[in-house]
Structure formats: structure tokens, C-alpha cells
């Protein structure tokens, strides 16, 4: 069974950093784009950024300029490098893998909480 286990959620400050980590599992991973994704209380998930398995990447306008989506194929990991966090940012973030011309076969990891807060 595939899995997507998320780390590097946690708690700063505005103005701040993280970077979060994917690691996939039993998956042939350069034939999935893969994607962050985030749910905030109260809201739907909504897309953060997605990278494609040549490296073609895509942001939301809310992040773009300050977050950064990379991808090693060698380790089968996915990264979010997060920077200039705001308090907005504080969401669930969940890794996703869509495999590429195969619509419909995804996989989403559990999710880690990322807390933007004085």
C-alpha cells in the first residue's frame, strides 16, 4: 500500500520558517506529480503547490514568492520550503501524489499542523 508520511509541521512564529518533508513509500515515484495541499479550521483543502515529475512546478497566489515546492527523486521525497509565514499559512498541510496521465489514481498522506503564531 502506498504511503505519503508527512514531517516538519509545527509551531512559529510570523515572519518565520519550516520546511516540511514527504517521504513516499511502495510507490514508482518519478511517475507521480506531487503536491501540498492544506485545510484550514472551518475551510476546504485547497491546493499550496504542485511539482511534476520532470520538475515543472505550480503555486498558489497566496504563496507564491515565499514558498518553494522541490523534489528528489532519488529518495522518493517531496519538500515545501516555507518562509515569511504568516498567521494565514496555519492550515493542516498534506502531501499528495497524482500519478501522471492516469486520472483519478492519487494518494494523500495524514497531514502535519503548521502553526503561524506570536
Known amino acids: 500500500q502506498v504511503q505519503l508520511v508527512e514531517s516538519g509541521g509545527g509551531l512559529v512564529q510570523p515572519g518565520g520558517s519550516l520546511r516540511l518533508s514527504c517521504a513516499a513509500s511502495?510507490?514508482?515515484?518519478?511517475?507521480?506529480?506531487m503536491g501540498w495541499y492544506r485545510q484550514a479550521p472551518g475551510k476546504q483543502r485547497e491546493l499550496v503547490a504542485t511539482?511534476?515529475?520532470?520538475?515543472?512546478?505550480k503555486y498558489a497566489d497566496s504563496v507564491k514568492g515565499r514558498f518553494t515546492i522541490s523534489r528528489d527523486n532519488a529518495k522518493n521525497m517531496v519538500y515545501l520550503q516555507m518562509n515569511s509565514l504568516k498567521s494565514e499559512d496555519t492550515a493542516v498541510y498534506y502531501c499528495n501524489a497524482d500519478a501522471e496521465g492516469v486520472q483519478g489514481l492519487g494518494f494523500w498522506g495524514q497531514g502535519t499542523q503548521v502553526t503561524v503564531s506570536s
Open positions: 511539482i511534476t515529475s520532470s520538475g515543472s512546478t
Open positions: 511502495r510507490i514508482i515515484f518519478n511517475l507521480y506529480a
